[in-house]
Nanobody, 117 residues
């Protein structure tokens, strides 16, 4: 049974930064593509960033976060990260990680990110 545990969220002012972490327990992390997703209040879940390929060499970002967010991974720690800079109020959401492109059935609890002045 795979377990996803996200952390690192919080409340920041516009322009601030946060670094999210997601630890994957179980599964075959090293060969799995991973993604960060978010769900804002009243909106559908959105794919924010993905990391795939041997050693995480291929990263893709949603247009809304391109140039501000960076996804990375540490296979030794079964962890994927999302560095978020220049945060905007519209980045406010609960952030989740999951396998990409084929998601695990179970999701973690997510981590809340609130960007507000």
């Amino acid at each position: 049974q795979v377990q996803l545990v996200e952390s690192g969220g919080g409340e920041v002012q516009p322009g601030g930064s946060l670094r999210l972490s997601c630890v994957v327990f179980g599964g075959i992390f090293r060969v799995a593509g991973m993604g960060w997703y978010r769900r804002a209040p009243g909106k559908q879940r959105e794919l924010v960033a993905t990391i795939t390929g041997p050693g995480g060499t291929t990263t893709v970002y949603a247009d809304s976060v391109k140039g501000r967010f960076t996804i990375s991974r540490d296979n030794a720690k079964n962890t994927v990260y999302l560095q978020m800079n220049s945060l905007k109020p519209e980045d406010t959401a609960v952030y989740y990680c999951n396998r990409y492109p084929r998601e695990f059935d179970s999701w973690g609890q997510g981590t809340q990110v609130t960007v507000s002045s």
